[in-house]
């Protein structure tokens, strides 16, 4: 079942990529080159760039990716595509297992293959943005497996094993984070040793990566890292207050950081007292948790829909016919907007304005890369994923109601 949409998958990425111009790329992929290039000569890219601002995996599978090209003689932009069509793949399987647990019985394989092989949203991100959140979506899917697997089998080791899982995804990057509070109902499952043991697998990799990079740079780890806050301006409030000149807009946007840090860490307290979740909630709630991140959140990157792409198609067997609804017509809305920004916008690779470079296009490609544009072209897609968010929620709190075992 799975390696029949995997084959579909393969061949359509790499069909876009044979038919993508060679120099449309985003400059994510630029910023990847020139990591790769002072590695090579032993400097350290956290202190003379910008241009990362997470712990350090993606760092180490950068200098690996440097050396397999090197000795393979492939690009290391092909290296990179390669790589993140893996832990794409890895993700694809990972929410099959999820949509079968969650909903025994549905047609997984049509559903995956609409919903993520011939996606064009992920296409965008992986082959021409080249970024590598996917990589983090795919520990976060494996540690909702375990999780899942732990309300079943009220194993310790399940739990212990998402903890360590969503450690990996915060060692990627920072954001799974947000997920904490989903871990919380489960350990008044286990002992006390192990939830500490727990808590030391969820944060210990990523502070011990962090404090090494502290140690050596700690002006550069403060300024880049600690202190970063995705890119504000080009999306949702920040992008709307900057664009309409709306101070008071604008302060609201400034807020939205602290906020969301403060409600993950009310969740996390008040977790405790919730009583288990069923799969398809938890699932559901992490979905929401990181779609609203980007949403309501400080800053954006068109590659942040892959964090929440592949939970939403987990529970689509079982979600209500409005969700399913909204969720149809965020599809469509969104998988617009990427084709335009991808296709335009100089930053994302400008796929067709090397195509075809009518002066138009070109200068419509600047105006693309311009904050304020990108935040007028995707407005319908903010005001598609604020409606997916408040439908999500209702969905959360009208499951509530029903009874164990019960299907509403």
């Known amino acids: ?25 985003s400059w994510d992929i630029s910023s990847w080159e020139n990591v790769a290039s002072l590695l090579g000569t032993g400097e350290n890219p ?14 180490i599978l950068l200098d690996g990716m ?9 690009e290391l932009i092909t290296v990179i595509r390669l790589v993140l069509v893996a832990f794409e793949s890895l993700v694809i399987v990972l929410t099959g297992v999820l949509l079968s647990r969650i909903s025994p019985g549905a047609p997984v394989r049509t559903i995956l293959l609409f919903g993520m092989a011939l996606n064009p949203v992920a296409i965008f991100v992986i082959c021409q943005h080249g970024n590598f959140d996917v990589i983090a979506t795919a520990f976060v899917a494996a540690g909702l497996v375990a999780l899942v697997s732990y309300g079943s089998s009220r194993d310790a080791v399940d739990w212990l094993l ?35 043991f727990g808590g030391a697998l969820l944060v210990g990799p990523a502070a011990l990566g962090m404090a090494v990079l502290y140690a050596l740079e700690p002006e550069a780890i403060m300024r880049n890292v600690l202190r970063y806050r995705g890119r504000p301006g080009s ?17 609201i946007a400034q807020l939205a950081g602290p906020l969301l840090v ?31 991140i980007p949403t309501l959140g400080p ?10 792409i592949a939970f939403f198609v987990a529970i689509w067997a079982s979600a209500s016919t409005r969700l399913k609804a909204m969720l149809w017509i965020a599809f469509g809305v969104s998988s617009m907007t990427y084709f335009i920004l991808y296709g335009y916008a100089r930053d994302l690779g400008q796929f067709m304005t090397f195509l ?14 311009e904050f304020s544009g990108q935040t007028m072209i995707s407005l319908p897609m903010f005001a598609c994923w604020v409606v997916v968010l408040i439908a999500g929620l209702a969905e959360i709190r009208r499951r509530d109601a029903v009874p164990a075992g019960k299907t509403p």
């Open 46 to 59: 956290y202190a003379s760039t910008t241009f990362l601002n997470w712990p350090p995996l993606w760092m």
């Open 356 to 369: 075809s470079g009518t002066p138009r296009e070109v200068e419509f490609g600047r105006w693309a890369t």
């Open 262 to 292: 403060a409600a993950v860490l009310a969740g996390t307290v008040a977790a405790w007292w919730w009583r288990e979740p069923e799969p398809r909630k938890v699932v559901l709630a992490a979905a929401l948790i990181l779609l609203a």
């Open 1 to 25: 079942m799975y390696l029949s949409v995997l084959a579909v998958a393969w061949i359509v990425r790499l069909l876009f990529t044979i038919l993508l111009p060679s120099y449309a790329y």
């Open 235 to 251: 999306f949702g409030l920040s992008g709307i207050a900057g664009s309409f000149d709306l101070g008071w807009l604008a302060g």
């Open 66 to 74: 440097a050396r397999i090209s090197e000795w393979t003689g492939l």
């Open 299 to 308: 800053g954006f990157g068109m590659q942040y829909a892959v964090w929440f």
């Open 162 to 196: 998402a903890c360590l899982l969503f450690g990996l995804a915060i060692l990627t990057k920072t954001y799974p984070v947000a997920l904490t509070p989903l871990l919380v109902p489960g350990a008044r499952g286990v002992r006390w040793k192990e939830r500490v």
